[in-house]
């Protein structure tokens, strides 16, 4: 189970935002983070918890282990407004995805 | 460029079967686990099967097993879902996405969008 708050956050550009994601049970590090813009498809940003995908910028950031995780994004830019997914990453354990997170414009 | 194109969606009646591709280029597809994931209209992405670079593991979402068939052409790059006694509630766009085996899916199709509706 992935549960992941808020569902939904207003921001301003320059902000900071977090997203929470809380396994049950613990996964360990096998925790993914993904950005959707409406009608793409999502795109990876940080894997092992903590590791950004190549090309990803720095303003993303990730962090945790076992139950609790989180993304931050710092200095919010208009391209970041979208919707942000978590997801349990081992196959072995029937990978699922948070409910996600919809980074609005305040 | 590596590139993963989804196929194969369609509009089907309850009970129906449908068998969707992805066609992959820019990486050797042999090497890779794939998975399947899809997003029913204004909903949550959920994942829907995986399959290991040799398809000697398969792994389903129970929402879809008994139902659902992954499998995998290495030779022309290609994956499959067969999806059998399709219903309303499997209406979604089906992604195909390359797994890392160090967890993440890191390159995904566009999508193909199949409607199930009597």
């Known amino acids: 189970q992935m549960t992941q708050s808020p569902s939904s956050v207003s921001a301003s550009v320059g902000d900071r935002v977090t997203i929470t994601c809380r396994a049950s049970p613990g996964i360990n590090n096998w925790l993914a983070w993904y950005q959707q813009k409406p009608g793409k498809a999502p795109k990876l940003l940080i894997y092992s918890a903590s590791t950004l995908d190549t090309g990803v910028s720095s303003r993303f950031s990730g962090s945790g282990y076992g139950t609790e995780f989180t993304l931050t994004i710092t200095d919010l830019q208009p391209e970041d407004f979208a919707t942000y997914y978590c997801q349990q990453a081992n196959t072995f354990f029937a990978p699922k995805f948070g409910g996600g997170t919809k980074v609005e414009i305040k | 460029e590596v590139l993963l194109v989804e196929s194969g969606g369609d509009l089907v009646q309850p009970g129906g079967s449908l068998r969707l591709s992805c066609s992959a280029s820019?990486?050797?597809?042999?090497?890779?686990?794939m998975t399947w994931v899809r997003q029913a209209p204004g909903k949550g992405l959920e994942w829907v099967a995986y399959?290991?670079?040799?398809?000697?593991?398969?792994y389903y979402a129970e929402s879809v097993k008994g139902r659902f068939t992954i499998s995998r052409d290495n030779i022309n790059y290609s994956l499959f879902l067969q999806m059998n006694n399709l219903r309303v509630e499997d209406t979604a766009v089906y992604y195909c996405?390359?797994?890392?085996?160090?967890?993440?899916?890191?390159?995904w199709g566009r999508g193909t969008m199949v409607t199930v509706s009597s």
């Open positions: 996405a390359r797994d890392m085996a160090i967890g993440g899916l890191n390159i």
């Open positions: 399959i290991s670079s040799s398809e000697t593991t398969i």
């Open positions: 820019g990486f050797i597809f042999s090497s890779n686990t």
